[in-house]
């Protein structure tokens, strides 16, 4: 992203996008290690005492990113965290290796210790784009198959941990499996047709809108899934900590998609030169000669503007909109995102650096596709809930023709 000079001589402000992705994931990084040490078995001592240091490390990093506001303290948090993360991964890797030789014992599964390597893995090529000075650029195929990915191992995650007595909550479970699975393989379909036959494609544009619409009910069906963990109206052993971690996760897929479409983040053409693949592991670009040889591979930043004053496309980012209710009569839900990072802004600090963005995502247009009817059951409450997952969710996609 370009650097812009606040006026203090050589300290420069920190990009906003750029502090908020790294904010977002840390926090991540610091539940993965709670997770591991609440799921390890207990004779497992040095194990568990492992998974606390780094839990203990990334949240004092995630302090620190609290409290940046130039860019040289930010370039040494990104040092520390890419130190931090590698020893991370290796940790991780050698709990996968144990998991898969039956020599853990860990009420987690080997998928659980993959899923994590790749979301630190993604983490990392992100920091080292940061470190690089590089200008960031989507490659939307690649984006929507690691993401996707992510939400199915999401749903698989929370069907182990339900209660087998809670037939309705894990039929609705299972069709989301299904449903992701499905759109899991077709994202990486996508990827390798690009990579074979470079072409702007009506029929993928329509897969992200599928996507985004599918992923909003999963979110919705997440959100629904804490309030009931923290009410005790939920038979599982799903803590409320990764009930709102996997939920926050959805949220972040859908601001990435919500900011590709709005101009936010320009796009790499989802054609990827092949002497440039190892490059895009994980949906972005990081060679500057790819970048800047692309029309649209950069940020869409204001010319020579404060981070104060930091707009994309004179186009403000406080309150996302994303209506994903058909046109049936039913009453639409716009849940908003105040962050960038995908949490609630009030629970974060909205004084550091918040960007000044607005995006009201386009309604999905008409899609007359059938999608059978999942059985599932509506949590009964006293009053209006925000979220509608239940009654006839999974709902069709785009406007069913009478």
């Known amino acids: 992203m370009p650097r812009h000079s606040s006026g203090t001589g050589n300290v420069l402000p920190v990009p906003p996008l750029d502090i908020e992705e790294v904010k977002f994931w840390l926090h991540i990084m610091e539940e993965h290690a709670l997770f591991i040490k609440t799921g390890l ?25 609290e409290k940046l506001h130039n860019e040289k303290k930010f370039a040494e948090l990104i040092a520390d965290t890419m130190a931090s993360l590698k020893e991370f991964i290796r940790y991780k890797s050698l709990l996968l290796g144990m998991s898969m030789t039956n020599k853990l014992g860990s009420a987690l599964p080997p998928l659980f210790f993959d899923h994590i390597i790749r979301e630190a893995e993604y983490f990392m090529a992100i920091l080292e784009k940061i470190r690089a000075g590089k200008k960031l650029a989507v490659v939307k195929a690649q984006e929507a198959d690691f993401w996707l990915r992510i939400m ?12 087998p007595s809670e037939r309705s909550l894990r039929g609705v479970v299972e069709g989301y499996e299904v449903e992701f699975d499905d759109l899991s393989m077709q994202s990486r379909d996508y990827v390798s ?12 544009n329509r897969f992200l809108q599928d996507s985004r619409a599918a992923t909003m009910r999963l979110r ?17 052993t799903i803590p409320a900590a990764l009930a ?32 440039y693949k190892h490059n895009t592991k994980y949906g972005m670009i990081v060679d500057e000669e790819v970048v800047d040889s692309v029309e649209t591979a950069d940020f869409v930043v204001a010319e020579e503007v404060d981070e104060r004053d930091y707009v994309a496309e004179e186009e403000v980012i406080d309150d996302i909109e994303l209506d994903y209710t058909p046109d049936n009569g039913r009453e639409k839900v716009l849940p908003n995102i105040d962050s960038l990072d995908g949490n609630d802004i009030s ?10 963005y607005q995006i009201k995502a386009e ?9 059978p009817p999942q059985p599932t059951v509506a949590p009964k409450t006293e009053k209006k809930s925000k979220y509608k997952w239940g009654d006839n969710w999974p709902r069709q996609l785009g406007k069913v023709k009478a």
């Open 347 to 356: 629970k974060e600090d909205p004084g550091e650096i918040k960007a000044k």
């Open 41 to 65: 078995p207990f004779d497992q001592t040095d194990l568990i005492e492992e998974a606390s240091a780094f839990e203990r490390e990334f949240k004092a990093l995630r302090v620190r990113a």
């Open 152 to 163: 199915a191992d999401h749903t698989k995650f929370i069907g182990s941990r339900l209660d």
């Open 220 to 236: 919705d069906f997440k959100q629904a899934a804490y309030d009931m963990v923290i009410a005790n109206r939920m038979l599982s």
């Open 193 to 204: 047709f690009f990579e074979h036959k470079p072409m702007d494609l009506p029929a993928f």
């Open 244 to 275: 709102d971690h996997v939920r926050r996760e959805a949220e972040h897929f859908l601001l990435v998609l919500a900011m590709i479409e709005k101009g936010i983040i320009k796009v790499e053409k989802d054609c990827v030169d092949m002497k």
């Open 363 to 371: 309604v999905i247009p008409e899609v007359a596709v059938e999608v």
